[in-house]
């Protein structure tokens, strides 16, 4: 069963092993996304496909910059 990402709700690709084997079908945590792309809020259990799972971490990034930055 193909699990759907809860941000883009596009599939989220499985990562397989060197074997060919699924390795990890979960996704990512989008943690501190709280709502999808249609603004709808997030589930507590919600996953994300590994495309969201970067605009989440450049997120996180840009916003840990702007910390920096307040405290310089
Ligand atoms: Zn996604």
Redesign the pocket.
């Known amino acids: 069963m193909t699990k759907l990402?809860?941000?883009?709700?596009?599939e989220?690709e499985p990562l397989l092993d060197q074997q060919g084997n699924i390795a990890w079908d979960k996704?990512h945590n989008p943690w501190p996304l709280t709502k999808d792309?249609l603004g709808n809020d997030l589930p507590d259990d919600a996953r994300?496909?590994?495309?969201?799972?970067s605009n989440v971490l450049i997120a996180r990034m840009l916003d840990m910059k702007r910390l920096e930055q307040k405290e310089a």
Do not use: F, L, R, S
Not at 5 to 10: A, N, T
Not at 48 to 53: G, T
């Open positions: 990402c809860d941000v883009c709700k596009e989220i996704g792309n994300c496909c590994d495309e969201c799972n």
